[in-house]
């Protein structure tokens, strides 16, 4: 069961914004809408940013949007913050034959 | 208010068993679109999906892993256990345990403990 690919930096200015990319394939991102995205500093526990692709769980700001084009899902930051300095994980549903879920491979974000 | 805590031991040599407890409070996982799932974190390293229980008590383990995880639930005492053995110096990670929300067969853990920190060695 192979990870999600990320890239493993990106980063942005404040105030511009910065997409992540999770490439997987037709049994994972491509087969189903259901991937999430977490975000995770340094020391901490992941926290839950979208699920199904674009959805946003309450209290997470509108700045954060997901979306997804075959077998690639995508998070973009827009109006990035120094607080949005973190690790971003993504994860997708793998299939009903007992292949669960797969986590992608981590981007670092930095805001210069 | 929904909160986890994972427990176990810090400390386990190659070969031996691991047991963790993961201890919630704010929901039931007798109630329908409930799950608690199990991730780890090598240090350093990316976020590993291991296991999920749903409130119907079916399960889901990753497919690498699966030999060697069993996940239980206690529904009275709030709790799921998750087992890994063999325990291997590879296996050294921060444990996190999660609630998880969803329908069907898609859950997405939306609710995360603080994590136990694991390491193998002799």
């Known amino acids: 069961q192979s990870a999600l690919t990320q890239p493993p930096s990106a980063s942005g200015s404040p105030g511009q914004s910065v997409t992540i990319s999770c490439t997987g394939t037709s049994s994972d991102v491509g087969g189903y809408n259901y991937v999430s995205w977490y975000q995770q500093h340094p020391g901490k526990a992941p926290k839950l940013m979208i699920y199904?692709?674009?959805k946003r769980p309450s209290g997470v700001p509108d700045r954060f949007s997901g979306s997804k084009s075959g077998n690639t899902a995508s998070l973009t930051v827009s109006g990035l913050q120094a607080e949005d300095e973190a690790d971003y994980y993504c994860?997708?549903?793998?299939?009903?034959?007992?292949?669960?879920?797969?986590f992608g491979t981590g981007t670092k974000v930095t805001v210069l | 208010q929904i909160t986890l805590k994972e427990s176990g031991p810090t400390l386990v040599k190659p070969t031996q068993t691991l047991t963790l407890t993961c201890t919630f409070s704010?929901?039931?996982?007798?109630?329908?679109?409930?799950?608690v799932g199990w991730i780890r974190q090598p240090p350093g390293k990316a976020l590993e999906w291991l296991a999920l229980i749903y409130w119907d008590d079916d399960k889901r383990y990753s497919p690498s892993l699966k030999s060697r995880l069993t996940i239980t639930k206690d529904t009275s005492k709030n709790q799921v256990v998750l087992t890994m053995t063999n325990m291997d110096p590879v296996d050294t990670a921060t444990y996190y345990c999660?609630?998880?929300?969803?329908?069907?067969?898609?859950?997405?853990?939306?609710?995360w403990g603080k994590g136990t920190t694991v390491t193998v060695s002799s």
């Open positions: 999660a609630h998880a929300s969803g329908y069907g067969v898609y859950y997405y853990m939306d609710v």
């Open positions: 199904e692709v674009s």
């Open positions: 994860s997708s549903y793998a299939g009903s034959n007992n292949r669960g879920y797969v």
């Open positions: 704010g929901f039931s996982l007798s109630t329908s679109g409930v799950g």
